[in-house]
């Protein structure tokens, strides 16, 4: 999964690049977060 271009439109949703809309608890949204700046950091 492409994690580079996430965007959040609010608490519960996220927004992947294929504009795929994901409703998500709190908790797997801190998991994408993390997965995300991980990526972030590997490309670095």
Known sequence: ???KR???L???DVIL???VKLPVSR???K???E???N???KSI
């Open 1 to 3: 999964m492409n994690l």
């Open 6 to 8: 996430i965007n959040y």
């Open 10 to 12: 609010d608490k519960q």
């Open 17 to 19: 690049q294929n504009n």
């Open 27 to 29: 908790f797997y949204k």
């Open 31 to 33: 998991t994408f977060e």
């Open 35 to 37: 997965a995300w700046i």
């Open 39 to 41: 990526e972030m950091s």
